[in-house]
């Protein structure tokens, strides 16, 4: 195996590569459709795209047999990071162990000098041998996307789920944006009230619906359900898959059905609107959201995330 620079004349390989690795995820996970992002002509165009910021092969006999970009740089969490989509790498069936390792090292060289910091890797769930290598390399995870289908859900709730504008549930999204402020998740979120009506609107502008569970009135639990946000599930993009965009139950609820009696409602809006499936985009440090997600979704996409010291590296000057 030797390594080169990843350029457009691999891009059919590429793709190639990445189709079979995303097959092999579908056995794991059925609600996925046939073809990510649509079909093989816009998953062409989205690999070509990322490959044209750079990337490695390893070839094999003329042959590739892995690729990883360097892709997008970021500023996140007061740093600058890297980010390879899902898209932006696969490795031959079998050969993960020898291939990854030195793809990434290479990759890494490429986000030392643009000065990022933060390493994040997009990958398919079942993709247990690049898992390994990445907690190996002292990765970890923040973000899990899961799907599922849009079968009923079965809900005993005393607390009849309806539907809601923006303008009601202000209060309840500033609690929400202040529960990932604090630990074990602290991921900072912003609580001002014109932020926080901000995001609603948008979310509603968006075409999504908000469901809410009310107790003498007041909401005590929400959620949003509608058509995805960009450029959260990137391999769900035009296949018709609605997002559950945001879901909370305030805290002396929580446990009683509320969340399966929001969701249930959530399932069957988005089955009512024609759409084929539905995922969620959760930050895996919240422990109570991703056990509630856990029961219904199955995890497709994973996010992980490595700080590395620069040291004397430091100062890519390319803007981010
Ligand atoms: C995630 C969340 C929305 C789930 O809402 P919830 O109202 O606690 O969920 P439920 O009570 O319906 O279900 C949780 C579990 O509680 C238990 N439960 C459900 N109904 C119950 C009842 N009547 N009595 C006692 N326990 C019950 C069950 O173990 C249930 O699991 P199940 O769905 O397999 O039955 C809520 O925990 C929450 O708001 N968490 C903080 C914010 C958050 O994480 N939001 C998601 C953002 S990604």
Not at 31 to 49: C, I, K, N
Not at 60 to 83: T, V
Not at 149 to 167: G, T
Not at 247 to 254: G, I, L, N
Request: charged share 20%; hydrophobic share 40%.
């Amino acid at each position: 195996m030797r390594l080169t620079e990843l350029d457009g004349s691999r891009l059919e390989a590429a793709v190639d590569l990445f189709a079979a690795a995303y097959a092999i995820e579908r056995e794991s996970t059925s609600s996925l459709p046939e073809h990510p992002l649509g079909g093989p002509d816009p998953l062409r165009a989205e690999v070509a795209s990322v490959l044209r910021r750079g990337g490695v092969a390893a070839v094999d006999r003329g042959r590739l047999i892995g690729y990883m970009c360097a892709g997008f740089s970021f500023p996140f969490k007061g740093l600058r990071a890297g980010l390879c989509p899902v898209i932006g790498h696969a490795a031959e069936a079998g050969r993960e162990d020898e291939v990854y390792p030195a793809l990434y090292a290479a990759v890494g060289c490429i986000w030392a000098q643009r000065g990022d910091a933060l390493h994040v890797v997009e990958h398919l769930a079942h993709d247990r041998a690049l898992e390994r290598l990445l907690y190996a390399l002292g990765f970890g995870m923040i973000v899990c996307e899961r799907v599922c289908e849009l079968s009923a859900i079965e809900v005993s709730c005393r607390h009849e789920v309806v539907r809601a504008d923006a303008a009601s549930l202000a209060a309840i999204d500033a609690e929400h944006a202040s529960y990932y402020r604090a630990s074990p998740i602290f991921v900072h979120k912003e609580t001002d009230p014109a932020s926080i009506v901000a995001d609603l609107r948008e979310i509603e502008g968006a075409g999504c619906v908000f469901l809410a569970c009310l107790h003498g009135g007041e909401p005590i639990g929400y959620c949003a359900v509608g058509p995805q946000s960009h450029p959260e599930g990137l391999l769900l993009r035009n296949t018709n898959s609605a997002q559950l965009r945001t879901a909370y139950v305030r805290q002396p609820y929580r446990g009683t059905g509320v969340g399966r009696a929001l969701l249930g409602a959530a399932v069957a809006h988005a089955r009512d609107a024609g759409f084929d499936r539905i995922f969620v985009e959760h930050e895996t440090a919240n422990t109570s959201g991703s056990t509630f997600w856990a029961r219904h979704f199955h995890p497709y996409v994973r996010f992980s995330m490595r700080y590395v010291d620069l040291g004397p590296l430091r100062g890519g000057t390319e803007q981010v």
